[in-house]
């Protein structure tokens, strides 16, 4: 028996050269007659740009370049969204360079290229920029009053939906209890280790435009700039280098992936940028910030009547890339595991002069565990209920797989595929030690235990490539048109494809994010790429193997189905003496060879998956915390994660994603925000003032992954395991606290002072 | 992220460096272990002419006991202090607010002086020094200098320093025999400059109370702050959890913290308060375990 | 400004340039040097990515100019695997414990660890004291957890 590889924890492909620091990122790319962009920024939220003299600083030695918006094609006036895209939004889309206004702190104003980053810089201080400062609106709630400053042409709402069924008004009427409160999550963001880089260069020879430093949707961001461009995509190659984190911001279309390579297009020379810190805190995406009015209408036995919500999603200056991804998907899955009547939810989407925000782990849905997951612990003080309790009492049942919710995003019904809620509750309650963590947190004061549940979503934009092919050597190459930010995709898609061919997991490669070898693809997010890019290497790995097996029963004179593939040859079952090696099945499989006996040439096979709806992973999030009354520290003393994913492709890689998820999740709860002051400057700009957490913060997280609920919307059963270790962090985290304190915190982060305000003020 | 342009000299005496100060002085800055200064030049948010890179004085570094008397020479890296026996046995609060001091990187780079001389009322060794009512020397070619803490902290990130001067040795009497100590901070993260701190001395005499008491302030003001009103207080009393609550709240009586995105003046007050207290209690447990 | 020649060792070779002052100790190992394994993650100090060694002991190259290197020797993540590409054991730990996902910080870790596993009583590695000895990096992925467990790893095939 031939033991499969799929479900055990192989060591990663990846890790060697990471390790030895053979590995290449953007930043280590050198080209021969390399210049250096540095992108000279908006010291304003919002003013007016009145007039720039870029000469002072085309006179300094070493400048090559310095580029305005006059520059710009007309092609390339905004970048375009690429997903949850709706016609209104379009007149707030952003340039990538300024015009007339100016709408964020950090917005790109021009270009200045030279032959060294140092140089860059010292050119960069000698522009001469006018501007005339307007008045600045950062909240969202503010931006929406009549009198408020406005951003673009069109109103500061810049999109906005309903999604709505039952009759929620009748509900609340009738309901035994209403609890209604309003909850905000703080604006933080993704932050990779490695910031964002890019290298462009026109190939001298070939004419080929080419792009290192692509990453998350090489294929998308490729169509996007040709269309700015005017360039026809198949002259246009990305590569992805190494991949230094993503978590949803690295990757999308910024203006810096249309600048440096229509700068090396105009220069013919090969044009590099490195974004540092303090731009990438500026510039790349920022997330989470929403303000809830939420509301919950319950039975006297405390069962679920009824949801509404009314929120506001702050979406900064522009809207970029993901339209209206972020308040489509809170607004989706607002309503989680629960059974409800009806259900209301307002989403808006507004513009603020902040740095525009997009999706980060979880985008939308960190935000609305916590608000519905808050609301029920409040609702359960009310009803002097135990909120675990409630939330059994009013969860979906098994039964009712798959559950139609009544929502939608992007036009698609969201129906929940296979889950077993109440299961998972009780497992992840007893692997937490719940009755343990109860007594713990009576035996002193100032101690909480919380949880929070989740559903997560998981394979959005449906569809993946892949092409499995074995060399002349007898390996197997696979390439993807998933991408990688450093989660370990080759190693998982090599199981897949070892796994479903019988050959060994050392002799497959997996190669992805070159537009050049890859005709096309769709890449990672939303945690598809294990499950849809998965989904398509065993397609095209199936085919190639009913190939291999028929090529090789010709040779051998045996039927197929009396054929076994192992390792690197085809045997006789049972005879594994009588073979042919998968070298030698490349030979036979030489076009001269093949088109004589009249078979297909070639040991390749291209698949596209395409899944019939999004899967739904869920999970439970439980948390003990102790609180230092004086300082108002929070301390966790125990952290558990239990997350049903279907089927664990890798389970080592799978507690790897949890974890570090969880770490990102506590820590928006509890560490960081992207402050701004008055005048719209962001005062946590730095690695100083912006609180990553350090391994003296992150908590240990025990995981439980179960396999109770496969998917059937893909062949592998594999629902993301991507978001669900950041997706209810911070409500579990807000519940303990509120347990600790007697107090309802209403607002994420809880930093320190507000762990004390609430202690003295919040008692309930 | 590029620092700005500058002239480099690298003296290997401080006579060369006193020269090199006497001349260029004013537009100059002393780089010692880079630790703060360095971020500034990176942000460009300091743009000195000229760097005077004192790492190759090595007259400057030393750290050893004479006359009753710990001398630490300003090039003293903080890892030396860490890792010196005699500092531990001697002057125990130094090794134990030097242990805080960011992280193993920065603590093998940094130097003592460096510390005192950046003038960070958030920094742990300034506070620890006052509280030890450490003395600085300060040299240039006009001669040489010897200032207490209240003299050489002027303000946040200024100290008396001349622009011709040049820190050259941190001298602590060393604190008398069975003399108990704390060190306290909170920071929201690991190895931060912490959002407020306390260092405390204290020494008894033969029937169990107080003969002398320190107390410093870390972050509770734009310098180190010795809290006298709550050592006075302190002088004569036996130490009990009533008496270090009241020195605590005697140390912050007239104190106004600065506030910023992590914490509100108000809140650092009550934070300077209670690491008082705790380090009052700390010092107080740790005669306990000597006993 | 005043270039000035530099003669810097790094992992036994040495390099001979004519720099500006200005130049940061990371740039010249990463574009210099060409060792482009040290990373740049925040480049004032905090992240611990661009760590190396200088004379032994783990310092943030970002923190210092190329200038100051003179004279001394820096060792790098290149420098720590052997000639055969056998990994050094805290290297093989980090393999086998699932320790660094994107891997852009673990040359950074590796630099600042190295000394500790070498170091490291027995008695000294509790969890509480490895996390200590690891504050100075930044991982974005990880949440550590399993850096926690390759050190152990690595520290008890050491001193075994």
């Given amino acids: 028996m031939r033991k499969g590889v799929i479900g055990t924890s192989l060591p990663r492909k990846e890790d060697v050269p990471l390790?030895?620091?053979?590995?290449?990122?953007?930043?280590?790319?050198?080209?021969?007659?390399?210049?250096?962009?540095?992108?000279?920024?908006?010291?304003?939220?919002?003013?007016?740009?009145?007039?720039?003299?870029?000469?002072?600083?085309?006179?300094?030695?070493?400048?090559?370049?310095?580029l305005t918006q006059e520059d710009l094609p007309p092609a390339a006036r905004a970048i375009p969204m690429r997903m949850f895209a709706q016609q209104d939004l379009e007149g707030y889309l952003q340039p990538p360079l300024a015009g007339g206004v100016v709408r964020y702190s950090g917005e790109p104003v021009a270009m200045v290229v030279a032959d060294s980053r140092y140089e860059a810089e010292d050119a960069a201080e000698l522009v001469e920029v006018d501007y005339s400062e307007l008045p600045v609106v950062l909240r969202p709630d503010e931006a929406l009053e009549e009198e408020a400053p406005r951003l673009?042409?069109?109103?500061?709402?810049?999109?906005?939906?309903?999604?709505?069924?039952?009759?929620?008004?009748?509900?609340?009427?009738e309901a035994h209890l209403v609890v209604e409160e309003r909850l905000e999550v703080g604006r933080h963001a993704a932050v990779p280790l490695e910031t964002r880089g890019l290298v462009a260069e026109v190939d001298e020879l070939t004419g080929m435009l080419v792009v290192y430093g692509a990453a998350k949707i090489p294929h998308v961001n490729r169509r996007i700039l040709a269309r700015l461009l005017d360039r026809p995509e198949e002259r246009i190659r990305l590569v992805e280098l190494n991949v230094g984190g993503g978590f949803g911001a690295r990757g999308e279309f910024y203006p810096e992936d249309f600048l440096i390579p229509f700068c090396a297009l105009r220069l013919r020379r090969p044009v590099a940028w490195v974004e540092d810190r303090e731009e990438h805190m500026r510039a790349c995406n920022h997330s989470r910030e929403q303000v809830h009015d939420v509301a919950i209408a319950l039975a006297k036995d405390g069962r679920f009547l009824a949801l509404r919500d009314r929120f506001l999603n702050n979406t900064g200056a522009y809207i970029r890339t993901h339209g209206l991804v972020v308040p489509g998907m809170t607004a989706a899955l607002l309503p989680g595991p629960y059974r409800w009547s009806a259900y209301r939810c307002d989403a808006s989407q507004v513009v603020t002069n902040k740095t525009p925000a997009g999706t980060y782990r979880a985008p939308g849905r960190y935000e609305a565990n916590f608000v519905r997951e808050r609301l029920i612990d409040v609702a359960a003080h009310r009803l002097r209920l135990d909120p675990v309790e409630l939330r059994r009492r009013n969860l979906i049942a098994r039964d009712d797989m798959p559950y139609p919710t009544g929502t939608h995003t992007d036009g698609h019904p969201v129906v929940y595929d296979s889950g077993d809620y109440a299961l998972l509750?009780?497992?992840?309650?007893?692997?937490?030690?719940?009755?343990?963590?109860?007594?713990?947190?009576?035996?002193?004061?100032?101690?909480?235990?919380?949880?929070?549940?989740?559903?997560?979503?998981?394979?959005?934009?449906?569809?993946?490539?892949?092409?499995?092919?074995?060399?002349?050597?007898?390996?197997?190459?696979?390439?993807?048109?998933?991408?990688?930010?450093?989660?370990g995709l080759e190693t998982v898609l090599a199981q897949v494809a070892a796994d479903t061919l019988g050959v060994r997991y050392d002799d497959v490669s997996v190669f992805h994010g070159d537009t050049a070898t890859i005709p096309d693809g769709m890449g990672a997010f939303g945690s598809r790429a294990a499950t849809l890019g998965g989904s398509a290497v065993l397609r095209g790995a199936t085919r190639l193997r009913e190939r291999l097996l028929e090529l090789a029963a010709d040779e051998l004179e045996i039927a197929p189905e009396d054929l076994d593939l192992v390792d690197d040859a085809v045997i006789a079952r049972g005879a594994p003496a009588t073979r042919v090696s998968l070298s030698a099945l490349f030979e036979l499989a030489r076009p001269a060879r093949a088109l004589g006996s009249?078979?297909?040439?070639?040991?390749?096979?291209?698949?596209?998956?395409?899944?019939?709806?999004?899967?739904?992973?869920?999970?439970?999030?439980?948390?003990?915390?102790?609180?230092?009354?004086?300082?108002?520290?929070?301390?966790?003393?125990?952290?558990?994660?239990?997350?049903?994913?279907?089927?664990?492709i890798n389970p080592q890689l799978v507690e790897g994603q949890v974890v570090g998820g969880a770490a990102q999740g506590v820590a928006g709860a509890l560490l960081e925000e992207l402050a701004y002051d008055e005048g719209g400057q962001l005062v946590a700009g730095s690695f100083m003032d912006y609180l990553l957490p350090t391994a003296g913060e992150a908590p240990f997280v025990d995981v439980l992954i179960t396999e109770d609920a496969p998917t059937s919307r893909n062949p592998l059963g594999a629902k993301g395991a991507g978001e669900g270790g950041t997706a209810a962090a911070g409500a579990a985290i807000a519940n303990a606290v509120a347990d600790a304190l007697a107090a309802e915190p209403t607002r994420l982060p809880i930093t320190p002072e507000r762990v004390l305000t609430l202690a003295r003020e919040g008692a309930r | 992220m590029k620092p700005p342009q500058f002239e480099y000299d690298d003296p290997s005496s401080i006579e060369e460096t006193l020269t090199l100060l006497t001349q260029y002085g004013e537009d100059a800055k002393i780089l010692a272990g880079g630790q703060s200064l360095v971020p500034l030049l990176n942000f460009r948010l300091a743009r000195p002419d000229r760097l005077i890179d004192i790492n190759n004085v090595r007259e400057l570094d030393y750290l050893r006991v004479e006359d009753g008397m710990l001398r630490i020479g300003a090039l003293t890296r903080h890892s030396a202090l860490e890792r010196s026996s005699e500092l531990g046995e001697r002057v125990p609060l130094l090794r134990d607010a030097v242990r805080l001091v960011g992280h193993v990187q920065i603590r093998n780079r940094g130097t003592v002086g460096g510390s005192v001389a950046h003038?960070?009322?958030?920094?742990?060794?300034?506070?620890?020094?006052?509280?030890?009512?450490?003395?600085?020397?300060?040299?240039?070619?006009?001669?040489?200098?010897?200032?207490?803490?209240?003299?050489?902290?002027?303000?946040?990130?200024?100290?008396?320093?001349?622009?011709?001067?040049?820190?050259?040795?941190?001298e602590v009497p060393l604190p008398a025999p069975g003399t108990r100590h704390g060190f306290v901070e909170f920071s929201r993260r690991h190895g931060d400059f912490a959002l407020g701190g306390a260092a405390v001395l204290l020494e008894s005499g033969p029937d169990g109370s107080c003969r002398h008491a320190a107390i410093a302030l870390l972050a509770a003001a734009s310098t180190p702050l010795r809290a006298s009103g709550a050592e006075q207080f302190l002088v004569g009393q036996r130490f009990n959890e009533r008496v270090a609550a009241e020195a605590a709240e005697r140390a912050v009586g007239d104190i106004n913290p600065t506030g910023d995105i992590h914490g509100s003046s108000n809140y650092r007050r009550g934070l300077v308060k209670a690491m008082v207290r705790r380090a009052l209690v700390q010092a107080d447990s740790g005669a306990k375990e000597a006993a | 400004m005043t270039r000035r020649e530099v003669s810097i060792e790094i992992n036994g070779e040495v390099f001979e340039r004519t720099v500006e002052p200005r130049l940061l100790l990371s740039d010249f190992i990463r574009h210099e040097a060409r060792l482009t394994g040290t990373h740049v993650g925040c480049e004032h100090g905090v992240c611990g990515a661009c760590t190396v060694q200088l004379d032994g002991e783990p310092v943030r190259s970002c923190l210092l100019f190329a200038v100051q290197a003179t004279g001394h020797s820096i060792r790098t993540v290149e420098a720590m695997a052997a000639l055969d590409g056998t990994l050094h054991p805290l290297q093989q730990a980090f393999h086998e414990t699932h320790a660094l996902q994107c891997g852009f910080c673990t040359p950074g870790f590796l630099m600042t660890l190295e000394p500790f596993v070498r170091d490291a009583e027995p008695a000294q590695l509790d969890d509480r004291t490895i996390r200590s000895a690891l504050a100075g990096n930044l991982c974005r992925c990880t949440g550590y957890q399993n850096i926690v467990t390759a050190v152990k790893l690595a520290a008890e095939r050491t001193h075994a």
């Fill in chain 1, 19 to 66: 390790l030895t620091g053979a590995a290449r990122f953007a930043g280590d790319v050198q080209r021969p007659g390399m210049l250096h962009a540095h992108i000279l920024r908006s010291p304003f939220a919002h003013a007016r740009l009145l007039s720039l003299n870029a000469g002072p600083a085309l006179e300094l030695p070493g400048v090559h370049a310095v």
């Fill in chain 1, 152 to 173: 673009h042409t069109g109103p500061n709402r810049a999109g906005g939906f309903r999604i709505e069924f039952g009759d929620v008004d009748r509900a609340f009427a």
């Fill in chain 1, 425 to 487: 509750l009780e497992k992840g309650l007893a692997r937490f030690g719940w009755e343990e963590m109860r007594r713990w947190r009576d035996s002193a004061p100032h101690r909480g235990i919380g949880v929070g549940f989740f559903v997560e979503k998981s394979g959005i934009a449906r569809w993946e490539y892949a092409r499995v092919e074995v060399t002349n050597r007898g390996e197997t190459h696979v390439y993807s048109g998933g991408a990688s930010l450093g989660q």
């Fill in chain 1, 598 to 648: 009249n078979t297909q040439p070639g040991l390749s096979e291209e698949a596209y998956f395409l899944s019939e709806d999004m899967t739904f992973p869920y999970g439970l999030h439980c948390a003990a915390v102790e609180i230092d009354a004086e300082t108002g520290g929070v301390a966790i003393e125990r952290y558990t994660v239990a997350y049903d994913l279907g089927r664990a």
């Fill in chain 2, 119 to 170: 003038a960070d009322p958030a920094a742990e060794l300034p506070v620890a020094l006052t509280a030890l009512s450490a003395r600085f020397h300060a040299r240039s070619s006009r001669g040489s200098r010897l200032l207490r803490a209240d003299e050489l902290f002027v303000t946040h990130l200024t100290t008396a320093l001349e622009p011709d001067e040049l820190l050259t040795e941190i």
